[in-house]
């Protein structure tokens, strides 16, 4: 009943703004106790070691007392509770280390950057949330097809391209370039086009375009082919497209035209 009184008093502070036990977030303090829920939990767990009186709840599931830092319930072991402190997104940092959750991410605190939610980096490395993802800061780059473009999917360094901060395998980051900004990305290099992280087969990189894209489809083209996402529509031939006509979408066995 106590533990569920506790729960019951989490909405009731948020109507009334007090009331007993105290309710900070996901985390709340009862008898002495520090307790952790990620929502409605009759029975939440004990908040091991945790010191209620020193106990001071950040956000996004980090805490600290006098003696230790925690993520989401869990005691962060190395993590220098004096110096902690919730940074940006799903990272936390000290005088020694960037936190991912429980987990040491970077050892250069000073110099870390948060670049968006999923990356940053710092003098060393770059990261993607809980993980490096590349050696070469300094020519890390987010491929905007636009200035305001706002899908951050494709990424590169002096050495590799990136597609969801996955290495796409076989690309020339030299070369390699996005061709729109839509959810079904299109990108080229000099030796192949890319359907998000895929080599389409057999495409033309010199030639290859976007004929349309939206939210539930993507149609492109080259000299020889049409291609619905990252397949031949077969018998379509791009010489035989109207002139001057807008393509307004694609299926498995046509490209559609407007007036």
């Avoid at 597609?163 to 370039?177: D, K, P, V």
């Amino acid at each position: 009943m106590r533990r569920l009184a506790a729960v019951l008093c989490i909405a009731a502070s948020a109507l009334v703004g007090a009331c007993s036990p105290k309710v900070v977030g996901g985390y709340y303090v009862e008898d002495g106790k520090v307790y952790w829920t990620a929502g409605i939990d009759s029975s939440p767990p004990v908040v091991a070691d945790a010191d209620a009186e020193s106990f001071h709840k950040l956000s996004n599931g980090y805490a600290r007392d006098k003696s230790h830092a925690y993520y989401r319930g869990a005691q962060i072991p190395g993590a220098d509770a004096a110096t902690f402190d919730w940074l940006n997104y799903g990272w936390a940092k000290d005088r020694n280390h960037i936190w991912a959750g429980t987990l040491p991410l970077s050892n250069d605190p000073d110099h870390f950057v948060p670049i968006n939610s999923d990356l940053a980096k710092d003098g060393r490395s770059v990261y993607c949330k809980d993980r490096e993802i590349s050696d070469d800061p300094a020519h890390f780059e987010i491929l905007r097809f636009s200035p305001d473009d706002r899908n951050l999917d494709y990424a590169k360094d002096i050495h590799t391209a990136y597609y969801r901060c996955e290495a796409i395998a076989g690309a020339n980051a030299a070369t390699f370039r996005r061709l729109n900004d839509s959810v079904f990305n299109y990108a080229v290099d000099d030796q192949r086009a890319y359907y998000q992280d895929r080599a389409i087969v057999g495409a033309d990189p010199h030639t290859f375009r976007v004929l349309y894209d939206t939210a539930n489809e993507g149609c492109a083209a080259d000299a020889q082919h049409a291609y619905r996402w990252d397949t031949v529509i077969p018998n379509v031939d791009p010489h035989d497209f109207p002139s001057g006509k807008p393509v307004t979408g694609c299926d498995a066995t046509q490209v559609t035209f407007g007036p």
